[in-house]
């Protein structure tokens, strides 16, 4: 089916230690794996995203991980730092390229 | 910057009546998106649309209708609000299968009393 599912739901860290956020999914049609970044009261942002031909994507302190084989992805943060603490999603892209489907989200807080 | 604007912030509504959520971008993107957003639920799909007129439900559309009129401006309609649609929508929309970023509204925040 289109579920994405999230694991976990919360995570409390030390500033400086790092999280690590898994999704997994049932299809094979979908490409597209994106994770979004939502601050308190504020729209979700898109902070990384990952294709089905890529296994692993860095930018500075956030990294992806994908298994297409074993479906599903990770997002990484290294070195955290209390402006990462956030609700993030994870999300699926279908193969027609136009439905998007989201994780149930994991509230992040980094303690200083 | 892409930008889309959804008509209201907070609205409060009393069961019974008629909705209507706007939702409106401005970079000629040919899919829109409604979600809700419920605490530990994420975001659900409510409805989608990938061109003008054209539309196709997503996982939640009973109780929900849209419209799409215009390329940019995507509206989500509560036939008649009941308590359980309380909750926050967000509007979404991205450029095509190719540029597949998706760009979020700032959400409404729907209380039916």
């Known amino acids: 089916g289109e579920n994405v599912e999230q694991h976990p739901s919360t995570l409390s860290v030390q500033e400086g230690d790092s999280a690590v956020i898994k999704c997994t999914y049932s299809d094979s049609a979908s490409n597209y794996f994106p994770w979004y970044k939502q601050e308190l009261g504020k729209r979700p942002q898109l902070i990384i995203d990952i294709r089905s031909n890529v296994g692993e994507k860095k930018d500075q302190r956030i990294a992806v991980t994908l298994n297409k084989t074993a479906k599903h992805f990770s997002l990484h943060i290294t070195e955290t730092q209390p402006e990462d603490s956030a609700v993030y999603f994870c999300?699926?892209?279908?193969?027609?390229?136009?439905?998007?489907?989201f994780g149930t989200g994991t509230s992040l807080t980094v303690i200083p | 910057d892409v930008k889309v604007t959804q008509s209201s912030r907070y609205l409060v509504k009393r069961t019974g009546e008629k909705v209507f959520l706007e939702c409106v971008q401005d970079m000629d993107h040919e899919n829109m998106f409604w979600y809700r957003q419920d605490p530990g639920l994420g975001l659900r799909l409510i409805y989608f649309s990938y061109d003008v007129k054209m539309k196709e439900k997503g996982d939640i559309p009973e109780g929900y209708s849209v419209s799409r009129e215009k390329k940019e401006r995507f509206s989500l309609i509560l036939e008649s609000a009941s308590t359980n649609q309380t909750s926050m929508y967000l509007c979404?929309?991205?450029?095509?299968?190719?540029?597949?970023?998706?760009?979020f509204g700032q959400g409404t925040r729907l209380t039916v009393v």
């Open positions: 979404a929309s991205s450029r095509d299968r190719e540029h597949t970023e998706a760009f």
């Open positions: 999300a699926k892209l279908t193969i027609t390229g136009n439905q998007f489907y």
